[in-house]
């Protein structure tokens, strides 16, 4: 009896010490970070041109804000299209269906690093873009594209079959069911994924350094290499120079994910996802 | 008119769907084509199982085994480190946490899963790094703490899908509350947690920028654990700025190595998620 009252308590301070500690690690990480970049957090650092005086980080931000946009809008359509077609119209238990999300599955398990040495040898090399914005957002379209799959396959899996046989019924097809009743109603889901990957893209360091390149600029046109925000920090970080810039990157690096983590949260209640 | 705009998205949406299949292709084909040669040239048992890397000498030599084993032990290391304390936290989430309390827990994973990996090593720079060094330690403490989101949300829904009963089967039969929780409702969620874990391994052995930052990337054997180590993601990074002819593609060969180990990884996790399904 003595024992398995010991057996309670132990165990019942192991988990709660557990719990604490995952959350007391969080509260460090960003009370550190806050503690030490927000007194760094001055004007010079959103100059519109970076130089090793100021160190602005504003040709990352703008970088980081061209390259998710980019990879967004080659990455959205195929994979809303593709969640489409695996939904809507295959064949249930198709061998192609399985081929698909196996190939899907395997992609999200592929660290970035692999997308990096990829994007070198086929977007910079092979296809010879060089480091530029463009092979940096191909290369990060591939990664996110599981993401954003099965996140948009998900809601429209929720969309119930009411609305399509309603819509069946009134005499609209195929395609004008899916695009005006089926996808209006999977929209929130679709956003949380999108949003889900922008997070992704922001935090992005190693399958950038080999396909975007690090310079430091507000890119001339698709073809120049940028430094997003992330590959900024670590750039700096490598200098050892500019410490308290690189805290103040990082706040704002954080301050990015935090906004992204609230809204996609929000999204997702909204719409009564788990 | 209507007729074939319908057909003609159907090829669309079709199309689409193969492009992941396409990707996985081009991936395989490209890292294969570029990295195997070089493999051959330089003797695949040299450069698996050599120990010594040293592509600036002459003659050059391109073993690969100190990254392999550096690998190893950093992911080791992670796994001794998070899973325990992502397991327990998972438990907590899943079966004890009050649900008032799990409104800020759960973000707070969410968050953790969503720092960059350049924060982390930065962190881990200013605070791991002064302790114990740029070494194999500091690398596996913030290893350990980057997959605490990936063990703690896959352990949870795998805890989360054990049936209710189980736990108030074990209660009724007059074991504690937390004697029900290790020795029913844990073992029930096996494979899952199994799943966790090995989706774990995945993500530390493919970290690169914070281990890089932290793990001092000395490409020698591990002597000791204190002391600096190279993994293969490092080796990759490190070099592929400078490297040329057979040194390139020594790297991309290491890529390989880390490509073949994460599919290895991959199937393993997939097949215990199917086992866990039934």
């Not at chain 1, 996609?264 to 209640?269: D, G, L, M, P, Y």
């Not at chain 2, 079709?14 to 195997?36: D, H, K, P, R």
């Not at chain 2, 114990?132 to 703690?152: H, K, Q």
């Amino acid at each position: 009896m003595k024992n398995q009252k010991n057996f309670e308590r132990i165990m019942g301070i192991l988990t709660w010490g557990a719990a604490a500690l995952t959350l007391g690690v969080l509260a460090f990480i960003i009370g550190f970070i806050l503690f030490k970049g927000v007194p760094h957090l001055k004007p010079s650092l959103i100059a519109f041109s970076y130089n090793s005086e100021n160190v602005s980080l504003m040709p990352g931000l703008i970088s980081t804000i061209l390259m998710t946009l980019l990879s967004l809008a080659i990455s959205v359509p195929v994979g809303v299209f593709a969640a489409i077609y695996l939904t809507e119209y295959a064949k249930r238990g198709s061998k192609l269906v399985s081929l698909v999300r196996l190939t899907t599955e395997t992609l999200s398990g592929i660290p970035s690093i692999i997308y990096g040495l990829f994007g070198l040898l086929f977007f910079v090399t092979y296809l010879g873009w060089g480091f530029s914005l463009l092979a940096g957002a191909f290369t990060l379209s591939i990664m996110i594209l599981p993401l954003i799959m099965r996140s948009c396959e998900e809601a429209i899996h929720s969309v119930p079959d009411v609305l399509r046989e309603g819509a069946f019924g009134l005499g609209a097809g195929k395609l004008r069911t899916i695009l005006k009743i089926v996808l209006p109603s999977a929209l929130p889901g679709i956003f949380a994924g999108i949003i889900l990957a922008i997070g992704r893209i922001v935090g992005e360091t190693a399958a950038l350094i080999y396909t975007a390149g690090t310079v430091a600029q507000i890119p001339k046109s698709p073809l120049s290499s940028v430094r997003t925000l992330s590959v900024h920090m670590y750039a700096l970080s490598g200098e050892g120079l500019h410490t308290n810039e690189s805290y103040a990157t990082a706040v704002v690096l954080l301050l990015v994910v935090v906004a992204i983590n609230t809204l996609s949260a929000k999204i997702v209640k909204s719409i009564g996802v788990k | 008119m209507n007729k074939s705009k319908e057909k003609f998205m159907a090829a669309v949406f079709f199309a689409s769907a193969l492009i992941s299949i396409l990707a996985v292709g081009l991936i395989c084909v490209f890292l294969f084509v570029n990295g195997i040669p070089a493999l051959f040239k330089i003797g695949t048992l040299e450069f698996l199982g050599g120990s010594q890397w040293s592509p600036m000498d002459q003659p050059a030599y391109y073993g690969i085994l100190p990254m392999i084993v550096g690998s190893l032990y950093v992911t080791a290391g992670a796994i001794i480190l998070g899973v325990p304390i992502g397991v327990l936290s998972s438990i907590f989430m899943a079966w004890i946490c009050p649900p008032r309390l799990y409104k800020w827990i759960k973000p707070a994973v969410d968050l953790l899963a969503g720092i960059p990996s350049v924060v982390y090593g930065f962190f881990g720079i200013a605070i791991i790094v002064p302790l114990t060094g740029n070494s194999i330690v500091s690398a596996s403490i913030l290893l350990g703490i980057m997959i605490l989101p990936t063990v703690i949300s896959i352990a949870e829904s795998a805890l989360r899908a054990t049936p209710r009963q189980y736990y108030e089967g074990a209660l009724a039969l007059g074991a504690g509350p937390y004697r029900s929780l290790f020795y029913v409702v844990l073992p029930a969620a096996k494979n899952g947690i199994l799943a966790a874990v090995v989706l774990g391994i995945g993500r530390a052995i493919g970290e690169t920028m914070a281990v890089i930052m932290v793990a001092g990337n000395q490409a020698r054997m591990p002597v000791s654990l204190f002391k600096g180590v190279r993994t293969l993601t490092a080796n990759i990074v490190i070099e592929m700025g400078y490297a040329a002819d057979l040194h390139r593609g020594a790297l991309i060969a290491t890529g390989v190595v880390l490509f073949v180990f994460i599919l290895i990884i991959n199937i393993s996790f997939s097949a215990l998620v199917r086992k866990d399904r039934g």
